[in-house]
Structures are given as C-alpha cells and as structure tokens.
T-cell receptor
Framework: DAGITQSPRHKVTETGTPVTLRCHQTENHRYMYWYRQDPGHGLRLIHYSYGVKDTDKGEVSDGYSVSRSKTEDFLLTLESATSSQTSVYFC???????????FGPGTRLTVT | DQQVKQNSPSLSVQEGRISILNCDYTNSMFDYFLWYKKYPAEGPTFLISISSIKDKNEDGRFTVFLNKSAKHLSLHIVPSQPGDSAVYFCAASQTGANNLFFGTGTRLTVIP
C-alpha cells in the first residue's frame, strides 16, 4: 500500500464542464504525478510536481492544469472537459529511489 | 512516437510453465527499466526493475533481462501461476528525468 488515495473513483460529466480530481498521499513524498491510461497508449504523463507550488508539464498536458498547495495533495483540473478526456487517471508518487513510482487506485472519468 | 513498445497485446501460458513478456525501446538515453503489473480496477503495482549497468535482475519467480545493444528487455515468470494473470507494463526512464515512459501493456493469462 503506497498510502495514496484518489477521489472521486468514478465520475461522469458533460462536455464543457470543469472537473477536478484529487490525489492525496500520507507519506510526505516530494514527487507526485498524474497519468492517464488509454487503450493502445499505455500510461502517459500529464503533469508532475516536485514540491509545493512546483509543477511541470508531461507529454499530454494540453487541456489540463494542476495545483499543489500542500505536500499531501495534488489536484488535476480539466477546465472544460471534452470527450477525448474520457480515460482512467492515475496518481503516482516516488519514494526513496528516484525512478520507482507507486500508483493510486485510479479515477475513471467519462465525459459525455 | 512511442519510445517504449510492447508488441504483443496478449499472451496465454499454462500454469507452471514460463511466461516471457517482451519490451523494446528506441531511446538510447534510457538507463533504468521497470515492470509493472496491473489488475482490473487497480493501479499499476511495481514488480521489478533493472539498471543499464546490469543485464539481469532476479526477484523470486521474476527475472528481468536487458539487452542494451538490441534495446530490448524481457520479463520471465517461472513458474507461472493463475494469480499472475494481469496486464504487464514495461517502463523506462533516464538519469535526471522525472517521468517514466510506458509501453502499451501485455495481457497475460495463465491457464490453470
């Protein structure tokens, strides 16, 4: 158990509405990540954070923003959801070793 | 362009036999490789990793082999068990980078 929770676990929303997904960790790790998983693409990095208020873009960041005001929380926001953002979203943290990431249970988002 | 490729979407193996999952990469700067296992409705779970200074790493029933000249790695599971049935993702990273690049996954089914 990596001490990561994600909320909500499932969400259905309409095109054009804003959506915020939350990732919460209990282990005070510096690095946090948001990925999306889609068939035929594996997991792709959306954004990551290397500290409070320190974030950077990943390979599929268009249409997403993030915020990290506390070490334990990393928020992913879709300002205006589109059907192409229907996906399963995973949050991850890095523990002591720099490359091994540990994942949360995921949020399944459906945009209708 | 996919930098990490898993060309076999699925693999079926009899219980007790060896499972071999393959992964190829294109970026010669990658120097750390990981395998993750994913059950439905759960986040990926870290399984085993290997640094580019090694060509083999073993952990119980799981062994990862790295062939740097061929830019190829493989995961061997011996003996395979029904509980190993899952989707396996290969991932790669490079020193100084903050993200992992994932393959598209291989669904392993171990038949009792």
């Amino acid at each position: 158990d990596a001490g990561i929770t994600q909320s909500p676990r499932h969400k259905v929303t309409e095109t054009g509405t804003p959506v915020t997904l939350r990732c919460h960790q209990t282990e005070n790790h510096r690095y946090m990540y948001w990925y999306r998983q889609d068939p035929g693409h594996g997991l792709r990095l959306i954004h990551y954070s290397y500290g409070v208020k320190d974030t950077d873009k990943g390979e599929v960041s268009d249409g997403y923003s993030v915020s990290r005001s506390k070490t334990e929380d990393f928020l992913l926001t879709l300002e205006s959801a589109t059907s192409s953002q229907t996906s399963v979203y995973f949050c991850a943290i890095t523990r002591d070793y720099p490359y091994e990431q540990y994942f949360g249970p995921g949020t399944r988002l459906t945009v209708t | 362009d996919q930098q990490v490729k898993q060309n076999s979407p699925s693999l079926s193996v009899q219980e007790g036999r060896i499972s071999i999952l393959n992964c190829d990469y294109t970026n010669s700067m990658f120097d750390y490789f990981l395998w993750y296992k994913k059950y439905p409705a759960e986040g990926p779970t870290f399984l085993i990793s290997i640094s580019s200074i090694k060509d083999k790493n073993e952990d119980g029933r799981f062994t990862v082999f790295l062939n740097k000249s061929a830019k190829h790695l493989s995961l061997h599971i011996v003996p395979s068990q029904p509980g190993d049935s899952a989707v396996y993702f290969c991932a790669a990273s490079q020193t100084g980078a903050n993200n992992l690049f994932f393959g598209t996954g291989t669904r392993l089914t171990v038949i009792p």
